[in-house]
């Protein structure tokens, strides 16, 4: 089996402050976001809803995904949201 890679998107509700992350366990690392158990911008803004993911098969993929996703424009990254997730609910507790 080969190691995963993800870039995910977290807000803190529908159309508020977003997030874009990348890690190679995805339930472990929106658990942290949740509990709080990571320091700054999204403890800080209550950032903890996880909106979007997308897998990647190689960490340098998902990592030069995030950092242009990290550059677009926030209507863009409300539009990638919503054609897969139009409601904006939290996708966390069906990984």
Do not use: C
């Not at 803190?12 to 976001?33: A, C, F, Q």
């Not at 800080?44 to 677009?72: M, Q």
């Amino acid at each position: 089996m080969t190691k995963q890679f993800y870039v995910y998107i977290l807000a803190s509700r529908k159309n508020g402050t977003l997030y874009v992350g990348v890690t190679s366990d995805l339930k472990k690392r929106v658990w942290e976001h949740k509990s709080g158990l990571v320091e700054g911008f999204t403890k800080k803004y209550g950032v903890k809803d996880l909106v979007y993911f997308e897998v990647h098969e190689s960490a340098e993929a998902a990592i030069t995904k995030e950092k242009r996703i990290k550059k677009w424009r926030r209507k863009w990254k409300i539009a990638l949201i919503e054609k897969e997730n139009p409601y904006w609910q939290d996708l966390y507790e069906n990984l």
